[in-house]
Structure formats: structure tokens, C-alpha cells
């Protein structure tokens, strides 16, 4: 049951002479003492199931290994082992063990240290430690053991990839970095960008479980156990993003990338790393990858699709406005033709008058722009194309569909009366689509004032800011309202309270709307009479 080490201290050789000869006040005061620079260069050469259970974590005794001895042993341990190591070297007799009682260290509850130095030969340079004494977890070894083969087979059979690394190694450079007084690592890894390839290609997976495998393409763990920089390949930044949270103290981080399986797929995940509690020198960091490539791919599809919906709505909204278009486009056409002919006239007299005429060509130019601004919009609404989001002055697009209903509100002899609050902050929209939401709610007020008697036809429009700092968009008229029972359907898809409707403007109004309001622009209703037809 003790935990058995052997060691190779032919590297600290020269160390133990000076310490022999001179005394340990000749070395130089470094981090750590004397001792901490002996079991740097002490290396672990084998140790026993115990010790591995003891000190390696899960990291297991091919990952300790090589290792220094420092890496592993109890810090407050460390000072006597190091102690007994310069005796044990200096000791004529040869395989006679020195023991000394140690203080509780964490790990085992007043710990028994034995060391010896090995006879001749190649083992000369060999020093063999044992740690005898009772675990201070009062749980018993074997309840420790059945507890790590809970937690490897839940890790293994989680739904979810996960990854365990071994990022020690990584902390004591971060801790290095900041006893030197490095504050800003993001600004440091501008500056040593090689640091991050040097993690990529150092910092070891130690364990991964069988969704990893899967996802990876792999065929079995050990395809996968090897240093981690294969899963940044397509995504490099996030490797550096995840050394920043390590470095500022996060306990986890997460975000989207991408990456490539070793079959040569590249995939959508989302990524989580659950840092080490930054006391732990002996830490362990677990990545979790999430496959997110068909989810995406549906929500494009889904976004796709509600584009196409929306394209159809403006059209058939379109279709409700062709006389408004026709009237609005016939205008500018009119005018062109009526300054045409009177420039001709003026053109035709024994004295043409030049400067008339130029006056009546500078309308018709006047009218010709005018003309192509409807046929600019008109297509504008027409066209077939992906949303753009991008900050935009409400009062404006409010402004720029009135255009689109001007001859409506006159051949209807409604009312329409329009507030802007001055100072409005942008808002975040696709400039067609948010059009197309407050052409289709003019239209709906146009129908549901329709019934009321021509002085009473009425229509408010109003932007302004809430007290929570949001722009909104309103809109009354002096219909009849919208029936209580009624309130809670009028934008659910295919519900219409018109003979011929088909119950889809409001609903595409709002996926439209919807989105938008989290991030600065939203409908509101106000009390009173409201009335969407």
C-alpha cells in the first residue's frame, strides 16, 4: 500500500556537489529554494499503481513518466524529499534506507518517507522514495477507486464529446507570466503569437469518450490522444480565446466554431471548456463539443423559408396597391407628357423660346426622376433577396411607406396624421421588410376605417422612445377594434377575420418584427380603440 517512486537524479548531480561542498547558502536565492531547483531536475523513472493513484490525477503513469518530480510530489513535502535525496546521494552505504516522519499533506495523513540510493551500475544515479500512511480522504482505497470508475464511465457514455487535457504545464507559464507582472495576455499574445502554437502543439488530450470518437471519425481513443491542436485547425482564434479565459481566471468559456474530423468533414459545434479551480496544480480541463451542423443548416433553411413567405406577402400586398401604383406611376408620366408637348409648342413659334423651353425640359427631367423613384421602390418590394440588417432611422422608413399608400389615403378620403419624435436613436432592421410591416398594418387600417363615415376616417401613425430607451412604431385608427376574443389569434398564421383573407400578413409582420425587438425595434399597440382589421 505505499506509494513507491523511482528516480533519476543523474541531472542534479552537479547540484548535490555544490549543496555537499559549500553548503545550500552558496546557491542563489530563487523561486522556491534550493530544493524546488533539485526536483526540476529530478525525473520520475517509474512509480507504482499507488503513487499514480495518489499524485497523478488521471493523467496515468505513462503521462508521469520523464516527468520532474516536482511536477508531482506534495508541495509542502517537497523541502525533506529533497533533503534526503542530498543524503541518500552522499550516504557510503548504499541501499540503506533513511526514514523520516512527515507532517499530513493533503494526500496521505502522517505520511512515513523512506529513500535509498540503488547499488552500482546503471541504476547508481537511481533513488527510490516510498510514502506509507493512511489516506486523509477517510473514504478507503477502494471506495476512491469505484469512485473514478463512476466518473470514467460517465464520462464515456455521455451523449456529449468531451475531452480531457492536460493543461498543468500551460498554468505554470501563466503563473510564471504573471509573477513577471503580465496583466494584459490578449495584448501579450499579439505580441509572442507563437505561444500559441507552441500550446497546440504541447498541451496532451489525455482521455475522451466514445461521442468524441463518433464524431471525430476516429476509430478508437488513441486516435484522439495526442496533442490538442488538431480540433483548431479550422478555427485558430478559438484556441487562442480559450488561453485568455485560462489566463484571466474564467471558471468556463463557450462559443461557435468550426472544425474538421479526421475524416475530413468540417462541422458546426459549439465548444465549452471548464476550467481548473486555479489552486489545483495537478489540473484538469474538459472540453465539450456539441455538433451543431444540422441545427444550423435547418434554421437556415427556416430562415430560407420565412424569406420566401415574406417575398410572397409583399407581392400579394403589391396586389392590393395596384391602382395606388398605377396612379403614382402615371403621374410623373403625365406631367412628362403635358411639358413634352407645351416644349414643342415653344419650339415651333417663328422665335423659339429657348429659355421656356429649357425650363419645361428641367420638369420633364424632374418628372422622369420621379418616376423611377416608384419604379426603384415598387422593385425594391418586389425583389427576391436575403434581409440586411443594418441601422436605420425609423422616421424615414415610416416616411418611405406612406409613399407606397399616398394615393389610397386620398381616393379613400382618410385622415392620416404622422408624429416623429425627433433624436431617434438607429435601429437595426432589413430597411424592405420593415416597410412591408407598416405598409401592410396602413392597409389593414385603410379596411377597418372603411365602415366608419368619411369625417371619421381616421389614422394616427406616431415613433417616439419608452422609458426603457426603445424606439417603437404606432399606429390608431378609428375603426371599430379588434374583438377581445379575437386578440390573442390575430397573429397566428392562416387566422383572418376578413372574408378574403388569407390570415398571413400579421403573422409574417410579426416573425418579421419579432427578432428585431430583442435587439432596438418593436410594434406596440397603444390603449384605446387599436384596430389591425
Not at 497546440?200 to 471525430?216: E, G, K, L, Y
Not at 379575437?486 to 409574417?508: C, M, S, Y
Request: aromatic share 6%; hydrophobic share 40%; net charge negative.
Amino acid at each position: 500500500m505505499a506509494a513507491s517512486w523511482q528516480i533519476d537524479i543523474s541531472a542534479c548531480n552537479p547540484l548535490i556537489e555544490i549543496i555537499s561542498r559549500e553548503g545550500r547558502t552558496a546557491l542563489p536565492d530563487v523561486v522556491g529554494g534550493w530544493y524546488h531547483d533539485l526536483l526540476r531536475e529530478a525525473r520520475i523513472i517509474d512509480v507504482n499503481d499507488r503513487a499514480m493513484r495518489l499524485v497523478g490525477g488521471n493523467r496515468g503513469r505513462g503521462r508521469m513518466i520523464g516527468q520532474p518530480v516536482a511536477d508531482f510530489w506534495p508541495a509542502g513535502n517537497r523541502k525533506a524529499l529533497a533533503e534526503m535525496i542530498v543524503a541518500a546521494a552522499n550516504h557510503a552505504e548504499r541501499d540503506r534506507a533513511s526514514t523520516r516522519q512527515l507532517a499530513s499533506d493533503g494526500i496521505l495523513r502522517d505520511p512515513v518517507l523512506s529513500v535509498w540510493r540503488s547499488g552500482s551500475g546503471e541504476q547508481a544515479d537511481h533513488i527510490f522514495a516510498t510514502m506509507n500512511g493512511t489516506a486523509d480522504d477517510d473514504r478507503t482505497y477502494p471506495f476512491l477507486m469505484a469512485s473514478e470508475a463512476r466518473y470514467r464511465k460517465l464520462m464515456h457514455f455521455m451523449p456529449i464529446a468531451l475531452w480531457q487535457v492536460d493543461a498543468s504545464g500551460m498554468g505554470k507559464l501563466y503563473a510564471d507570466l504573471k509573477s513577471k507582472g503580465v496583466a494584459d495576455f490578449e495584448r501579450y499574445l499579439e505580441d509572442h503569437p507563437n505561444l500559441v502554437e507552441f500550446a497546440a502543439a504541447t498541451v496532451p488530450v489525455t482521455d475522451v469518450n466514445r461521442s468524441a470518437v463518433q464524431m471525430m471519425g476516429g476509430a478508437s481513443v488513441q486516435d484522439l490522444i495526442q496533442p490538442l491542436g488538431y480540433l483548431f485547425e479550422e478555427s485558430p482564434d478559438s484556441l487562442r480565446r480559450v488561453m485568455i479565459g485560462r489566463f484571466s481566471g474564467r471558471k468556463n468559456y463557450s462559443e461557435f466554431m468550426k472544425i474538421r474530423t479526421l475524416d475530413g468533414r468540417v462541422l458546426d459545434v459549439r465548444f465549452s471548456v471548464t476550467y481548473p479551480e486555479p489552486s489545483h496544480e495537478l489540473d484538469t480541463t474538459i472540453f465539450s463539443l456539441e455538433d451543431m451542423t444540422d441545427r444550423l443548416r435547418m434554421e437556415a433553411q427556416l430562415r430560407q423559408l420565412e424569406a420566401d413567405f415574406s417575398h410572397a406577402a409583399r407581392i400579394s400586398m403589391l396586389g392590393e396597391l395596384t391602382s395606388s401604383i398605377a396612379h403614382e406611376v402615371n403621374q410623373p408620366l403625365a406631367a412628362i407628357m403635358t411639358n413634352a408637348e407645351t416644349s414643342l409648342r415653344w419650339l415651333a413659334r417663328p422665335v423659339p423660346d429657348f429659355a421656356k423651353v429649357r425650363q419645361l425640359t428641367e420638369r420633364i427631367a424632374g418628372s422622369a426622376q420621379r418616376a423611377d423613384d416608384i419604379v426603384r421602390r415598387i422593385r425594391g418590394m418586389a425583389a427576391k433577396q436575403q434581409p440586411e440588417q443594418v441601422a436605420l432611422n425609423l422616421n424615414e422608413v415610416v416616411q418611405e411607406s406612406l409613399l407606397f399608400v399616398r394615393h389610397e389615403v386620398d381616393s379613400r378620403s382618410i385622415r392620416v396624421t404622422a408624429s416623429y419624435t425627433r433624436g431617434l436613436e438607429p435601429v437595426t432592421g432589413d430597411r424592405v421588410q420593415l416597410q412591408q410591416v407598416i405598409v401592410n398594418l396602413l392597409i389593414n387600417a385603410f379596411q377597418a376605417v372603411e365602415s366608419q363615415e368619411v369625417a371619421n376616417r381616421k389614422i394616427l401613425l406616431a415613433t417616439g422612445i419608452e422609458e426603457d430607451n426603445s424606439v417603437y412604431f404606432s399606429l390608431r385608427d378609428s375603426g371599430s377594434g379588434i374583438p377581445a376574443e379575437n386578440l390573442a389569434q390575430i397573429f397566428h398564421g392562416f387566422f383572418t377575420t376578413k372574408e378574403n383573407g388569407l390570415g398571413i400578413g400579421l403573422a409574417i409582420c410579426h416573425s418579421i418584427v419579432a427578432p428585431t425587438a430583442a435587439r432596438s425595434w418593436r410594434p406596440t399597440v397603444p390603449r384605446g380603440a387599436p384596430s389591425f382589421a
